[in-house]
């Protein structure tokens, strides 16, 4: 090809994605290889990393068929996964047991004492509140219930750190990681020794703290035959995937923030200090010296899909998803806003931010003769943009002001493909939206690796040199009018029916019906 091409890996909950991009941004191919995760108990969640190195070998050499490229034409590789997800390593650096993944509810205690007993101490070192979702947690329950891998770790790994240690042989880590296991202290941008002694955890085996972009190694003689790649190919530190995610939409200025349309949905913000106010979770940025906030609903694309699959495959006899999902926009487009007084609520799943209610159901509201599946589809789009205007302005109780500089707010995840929905989310959170090019982590972590092998000046350099916008919708001031006054509405029959969702999981969880 003759051209200089950027490989970005990310590890993603269910899958592992390989991206390879030029200079100037453009998608060249990917790839995408399953990843299983196990429930050996409730609220348990666990992935075996050697099914990552898998899929790292498995998505690699497809990407590259995919963009007719040679191993040869990659000058470096960037890797990005979920945070908090610890891997513990023997001697031989063999994982010791699972990966504990973020979704994991097991270590709810042990975050409820950690709280109790330091939970001033840990916010003020690590920016976030102690909860189970936190590596801090999960590492003092396996000190408690599994004191024997305790005793065997040699190495701690954050999972994008296992996967690169598979790749190059290097052990090394990034800060926003480090705060993603909420035991660092930012004053000195590595770990807290006061953290750490709180679950008596042995700092020899936390790995150093490095810069993103910092080429840490090559590929191996081994994981390049494995994966298909030239050995020696250099390869970067990485980082998390939200804050490559949200560095790869350009986020690169103070006040910038993107919303994620995806199975969740997640707004991010920047800022140029530290925002610790939890449960709004706060990390480092890529560039030195800023941080940014993020902060998420459970049910968005995951919501749209499940009313998809309920409400409109079954009576369209469309066995193609994506068909119904075009269905579904043709129709939300034909009602005007507001759906003719129908709400939808989508918690499916509970809710997050900023009820933090497990026990919420979805409902649609205000159901007469006159509703048809037009109007359902375009409630069940209007009522996730209520769910995110719900961030926004939570968001703003703490400081932070969305587009305040003029930049509206980046739409980033599958939903912001829909131009219906799009529109949608900008009327009713009353800020412009763009939709960049690209705006997967894949995508980030390649940007990143860019910077480490001298392509890009530094990280605003590569921002400028790849980020493209799609397209813009621009929010209409006498439709934002008529959407904050259903907001209202949206937010009164949230709370009127927050009570009687408790008794209705109350009387679900007895299960009469089953035996009468």
């Not at 009313?307 to 043709?330: I, N, Y």
């Not at 959170?429 to 090019?437: E, N, Y």
């Amino acid at each position: 090809m003759g051209e200089q091409v950027l490989l970005g890996v990310d590890l993603g909950a269910g899958s592992l994605k390989a991206s390879l991009i030029a200079t100037d941004g453009r998608l060249l191919g990917e790839a995408a290889h399953p990843v299983a995760t196990r429930h050996p108990h409730f609220g348990w969640a666990e992935q075996d990393p050697e099914d990552w190195v898998d899929a790292f070998n498995a998505a690699v050499p497809a990407a590259m068929a995919a963009a007719g490229i040679a191993a040869g034409d990659i000058a470096a590789i960037g890797l990005s996964a979920g945070a908090h997800i610890p891997v513990l390593l023997d001697g031989d650096d063999r994982p010791l047991r699972p990966a504990i993944l973020w979704s994991d509810t097991r270590a709810s205690a042990e975050a409820t004492a950690l709280h109790a007993r330091a939970g001033d101490l840990i916010l003020a070192r690590s920016l976030n509140k102690a909860n189970a979702t936190w590596s801090l947690a999960m590492l003092d329950w396996i000190g408690r219930h599994e004191p024997e891998v305790k005793a065997k770790t040699r190495r701690l790994c954050i999972a994008k750190d296992y996967l690169r240690l598979k790749v190059t042989g290097t052990w090394e880590t990034d800060f926003s990681d480090v705060i993603g296991a909420l035991m660092a202290d930012v004053r000195s941008g590595g770990w807290s020794e006061e953290l750490c002694a709180l679950i008596d955890w042995p700092m020899q085996t936390l790995p150093p703290v490095v810069a993103p972009w910092q080429v840490v190694g090559g590929v191996s003689q081994a994981a390049a035959q494995a994966a298909g790649l030239r050995p020696g190919t250099p390869v970067v530190c990485g980082s998390n995937d939200t804050t490559v995610e949200f560095f790869g939409v350009g986020a690169v200025e103070p006040g910038m923030g993107a919303i994620k349309l995806a199975t969740a949905g997640v707004l991010f913000y920047a800022a140029d200090h530290p925002m610790a106010n939890p449960p709004i979770s706060c990390y480092p940025h890529i560039l030195p010296g800023m941080y940014y906030t993020a902060t998420g609903t459970n049910s968005c694309a995951s919501a749209h899909r499940w009313v998809r699959d309920t409400l409109f495959a079954p009576t369209s006899g469309q066995a193609d998803g994506g068909a119904v999902f075009a269905e579904m926009d043709s129709l939300a487009a034909e009602v005007p806003p507001g759906s003719r007084g129908l709400l939808f609520h989508p918690y499916l799943q509970g809710e997050r931010a900023p009820y933090w209610d497990p026990l919420l159901r979805a409902d649609f509201v205000g159901l007469t003769m006159r509703h048809g599946r037009a109007e359902i589809a375009r409630a069940v789009y209007e009522g996730i943009a209520f769910s995110i205007r719900d961030l926004v302005e939570q968001a703003r109780d703490v400081g932070q002001v969305m587009g305040a500089n003029g930049e509206g707010v980046r739409l980033i995840g599958g939903g912001a493909k829909s131009a219906t929905w799009r529109q949608i989310m900008a009327d009713v959170t009353g800020l412009p939206m763009s939709i960049p090019g690209n705006g997967d982590a894949s995508f980030g972590a390649a940007l990143v690796a860019g910077v480490g092998a001298g392509l890009f000046a530094d990280p605003r350099a590569a921002v400028a040199a790849c980020v493209t916008t799609l397209a813009r919708a621009e929010p209409d001031a006498a439709r934002h009018a008529l959407y904050t006054e259903l907001f209202g509405l949206y937010r009164e029959t949230q709370q009127a029916l927050a009570p009687l969702n408790h008794k209705l999981h109350a009387f679900a969880e007895r299960e009469p019906w089953e035996t009468v």
